[in-house]
């Protein structure tokens, strides 16, 4: 993971948002296949109801299953144009 913040809307201070940035699909893989991650949505899931999940970039078949395994709602955002900077 190269980044990772907490993000506080700022027009309602009671909402956040979390980002993270993975160099490629194998290390965002290994972070959905860590067990901690569960025992955090469910935890999460009993203090907020609108969890989803947004991925700003092409993924492959392997990350959307699972995604898929996670039970959260998501949108994927592929990247047609452009590059980035972390």
Same mark, same amino acid.
């Given at each position: 993971?190269?980044?990772?913040?907490?993000?506080?809307?700022?027009?309602?201070?009671l909402?956040?948002g979390?980002?993270?940035?993975?160099k490629?699909?194998d290390?965002?893989?290994?972070?959905?296949?860590?067990p901690?991650l569960?025992?955090?949505?469910e935890?999460?899931?009993?203090?907020?109801?609108?969890l989803?999940?947004?991925?700003?970039?092409? %993924?492959?078949? =392997?990350?959307? +299953?699972a995604?898929? $395994?996670? *039970? %959260?709602p998501? =949108?994927?955002f +592929?990247t047609?144009? $452009?590059? *980035?900077?972390?």
């Amino acid at each position: 993971m190269f980044h990772h913040t907490f993000d506080q809307d700022p027009d309602y201070s009671l909402r956040f948002g979390c980002s993270e940035v993975y160099k490629k699909d194998d290390a965002l893989l290994a972070h959905l296949a860590n067990p901690a991650l569960s025992v955090y949505l469910e935890a999460y899931a009993a203090l907020e109801t609108d969890l989803s999940f947004e991925y700003y970039r092409t %993924v492959g078949d =392997k990350v959307i +299953k699972a995604i898929n $395994g996670t *039970g %959260v709602p998501y =949108k994927i955002f +592929k990247t047609k144009l $452009g590059y *980035g900077r972390v």
